[in-house]
Structures are given as structure tokens and as C-alpha cells.
């Protein structure tokens, strides 16, 4: 079973900056994607930002010149760069991963939350 664990979240005020970081029990190499989405409250959970096996990222419009999501391979783990944070950025971050084998809308950490204060 794939393991993800989330770390990073907290508290910022707008315009502010944090990191997010998703390690996985097994080499990034498996996956065919690897995405953060977020779930606010009230709201259905969101793709947020995904980067697929050849290093092609895709973001939300809302994140696009905001948001940057990266791997590293030595240390499985994808991260998510988060600048000029606004308050519509609040909620719990989902780390997510798909594979060949796995289950059809892949594997999911347990989450770190965001919140930006305006």
C-alpha cells in the first residue's frame, strides 16, 4: 500500500508564501501523475496543481504564476511552492498519486491545512 504524507501547512497572511511537501513510501518513478488538490471548506475538493511522469506540470487558472509543483526523485517527494497567497487559498491540501495498478483516482495522503488571513 502507497503511503503519502503531507507537511507544510499552516497559518499565513495574504500575500505570504509557504512550502508544501508530499513524501511517498516508494520511488516517484511508479507513478504515471502526481497532483496537489485542495478541499475548502463547504467545497468539493479541487486539482490544484499536477505534474505528470515526463515532468509536464498543469495548474488551476487560479494558481497559474502563483503556485509551482516539483520533484525530488532522491528524496520522493513532490512539493508545492505557494507565493502571493490569497485568502481563496484556505483549506486542506491533498497530496495524490496515480498509478497503473492502483485504485482508479490513485492514492491520498492525509492532508496539511492552509489557512491565508486576510
Known amino acids: 500500500q502507497v503511503q503519502l504524507v503531507e507537511s507544510g501547512g499552516g497559518l499565513v497572511q495574504a500575500g505570504g508564501s509557504l512550502k508544501l511537501s508530499c513524501v511517498a513510501s516508494?520511488?516517484?518513478?511508479?507513478?504515471?501523475?502526481m497532483a496537489w488538490y485542495r478541499q475548502a471548506p463547504g467545497k468539493e475538493r479541487e486539482l490544484v496543481a499536477g505534474?505528470?511522469?515526463?515532468?509536464?506540470?498543469n495548474y488551476a487558472d487560479s494558481v497559474k504564476g502563483r503556485f509551482t509543483i516539483s520533484r525530488e526523485f532522491f528524496k520522493k517527494t513532490v512539493h508545492l511552492r505557494m507565493n502571493s497567497l490569497k485568502p481563496d487559498d484556505t483549506g486542506v491540501y491533498f497530496c495524490?498519486?496515480?498509478?497503473?495498478?492502483?485504485?482508479?483516482?490513485?492514492?491520498w495522503g492525509q492532508g496539511t491545512p492552509v489557512t491565508v488571513s486576510s
Open positions: 495524490n498519486a496515480r498509478d497503473n495498478d492502483g485504485p482508479l483516482l490513485g492514492y
Open positions: 516508494r520511488s516517484l518513478f511508479s507513478f504515471n501523475d
Open positions: 505534474i505528470d511522469s515526463d515532468g509536464t506540470p
